[in-house]
């Protein structure tokens, strides 16, 4: 389980596929802290590490479903990746609850200047099967993007915007986004759950 406040935004140095794998090897400040089988979230997608190199890196394998569902199998060597490790139990939430599984990507369709922070607005395909499961932001809700808690504003049925501080900016890959890059959403997960009971009666 993770809070989407992002430790740090990682390098990625190396791709290498492996029939529908992807092994992805990363450069992070705290790579020599991390251990085999541990669970990070790499733009919100829990992933476990399977191979720590004396470089500073460490390798990371995606599945076919987990390529298909994130924007992982759009990486490129040199990308940045959003990392948190997961939650301790004894930690605050200073974000909100957040599985690291990705429901779906969206595309960023606008970035505005607020003077002194952006907004980015996402778009996504609306299934109205998926918004009575809860697959949906509601205005001043959670969010995560790309792994990152965010407070959900001009919330619509297939789109919202989100606003990013200067400090988000500079530590996250929001830095890399661009109109038209494809980002990770993962809805909040208190909200699926009401819609699931709602909808059982």
């Not at 607005?121 to 792994?147: C, H, I, W």
């Not at 001009?154 to 996250?172: C, G, K, L, M, Q």
């Amino acid at each position: 389980m993770f809070s989407g406040i992002v430790e740090g935004a990682a390098e990625v140095k190396a791709l290498r596929h492996d029939r529908d794998n992807l092994h992805i090897t990363l450069a992070c400040d705290f790579a020599d802290e991390l251990h085999i089988d541990q669970s990070v979230a790499h733009n919100g997608v829990c992933l476990t590490v399977v191979e720590l190199n004396p470089d500073r890196t460490y390798t990371v394998t995606a599945i076919r479903e987990t390529l298909e569902r994130s924007n992982l199998g759009d990486l490129e060597p040199g990308s940045l990746v959003n990392l948190e490790r997961s939650m301790k139990i004894d930690g605050r939430l200073d974000g909100h609850i957040v599985q690291g599984h990705v429901d779906c990507t969206a595309v960023c369709t606008e970035i505005e200047d607020a003077d002194g922070s952006t907004y980015f607005k996402f778009k996504y395909d609306f299934r109205p099967e998926l918004a009575r499961q809860g697959y949906v932001t509601v205005e001043k809700g959670s969010v995560t993007v790309n792994g990152v808690s965010l407070t959900v504003c001009d919330s619509e049925a297939d789109s919202f915007r989100v606003a990013i501080i200067p400090y988000t900016f500079e530590h996250t890959n929001f830095k890399q986004i661009r109109v038209g890059t494809k980002v990770n959403l993962e809805f909040d997960i208190v909200g699926k759950y009401i819609a699931r009971i709602s909808n059982l009666g």
